[in-house]
C-alpha cells in the first residue's frame, strides 16, 4: 500500500513537471509551433519516456487546462469562503488571477491564443466541462459582489453584469500583464494599478 502511495507520488510529480515544461513552450512557440520533442528536452526526459504519460501535445494540452482551472476554482472558492470582506476578496482574487498567471508562464496567454482554434482540440464533452469550470469561477465572483451590494460596499445591484464586465477588465490585464513585465513595469505595480481601477469603479 506504501509502495502504491509512494508510486503515485512520483507518477503525479512527473506529470506535473512534464505539464509546466509544455507550458513553457506552449508560450514561447505557441501551440501549433510547439513539438513533443522540445516539450520533452525541456521536461528533461526522453521522448519515449513522454509517450508513457500522455500520447500527443494534444493530451498535454487538454490536461493543461483542466489542471488549471481546477486550481483556480479551489483557490477562489478559498478566498472567497475565508475572506468575509467582500471588497478584500475581490483585491485578493484580482492579485491571485494576476500573480498565478506570471508565475504560470501566462497560462491565460496560452489559452487566449488557442481559443480560436479550441473546437479542433477539446472535444464537445470537454468543450462543455471547459465551459462548466469558467462559469463557476465566474459564479463565485458574482457571489462576492452580491455579497458587497447586499453589505452597502459595492454600488451595482446586477451582480451578474458587473461579474462579467470585471471578468472581462481582469482577462486583459491578465493577458497583458507578462509583456507589461517585460516592458518594465514591476508586478506590484501591476496589481496596484489592476486592484484601484477595478475596485473603486465597483465601491460606492
Given amino acids: 500500500m506504501v509502495k502504491n502511495a509512494r508510486k503515485e507520488r512520483e507518477y503525479q510529480r ?70 468575509p470582506d467582500p471588497r478584500k476578496a475581490i483585491n485578493e482574487i484580482i492579485e491571485y488571477l494576476i500573480k498565478v498567471n506570471v508565475k504560470q508562464k501566462g497560462f491565460f496567454k496560452v489559452y487566449y491564443h488557442i481559443r480560436p482554434f479550441i473546437d479542433e482540440i477539446l472535444s464537445e464533452d470537454e468543450r462543455k466541462k471547459a465551459r462548466q469550470m469558467m462559469e463557476s469561477i465566474s459564479k463565485k465572483i458574482e457571489e462576492i459582489i452580491d455579497k458587497g451590494y447586499k453589505m452597502g460596499y459595492f454600488r451595482y445591484d446586477s451582480s451578474h453584469g458587473t461579474g462579467l464586465i470585471l471578468m472581462g477588465m481582469l482577462s486583459g490585464i491578465i493577458y497583458h500583464s507578462s509583456n507589461l513585465i517585460g516592458r518594465g513595469i514591476d508586478l506590484n505595480t501591476i496589481l496596484q494599478i489592476s486592484k484601484q481601477i477595478i475596485t473603486k469603479g465597483i465601491e460606492k
Fill in 14 to 83: 512527473r506529470l506535473k513537471e512534464i505539464i509546466n515544461a509544455a507550458l513553457d513552450v506552449f508560450y514561447n512557440k505557441g501551440y501549433f509551433g510547439a513539438t513533443i520533442d522540445e516539450i520533452a528536452q525541456k521536461a528533461g526526459y526522453a521522448k519515449a519516456s513522454l509517450y508513457y504519460y500522455f500520447k500527443n501535445k494534444e493530451e498535454i494540452f487538454k490536461k493543461l487546462i483542466f489542471l488549471s482551472m481546477d486550481s483556480m476554482l479551489r483557490d477562489i472558492e478559498k478566498i472567497s469562503s475565508e475572506e
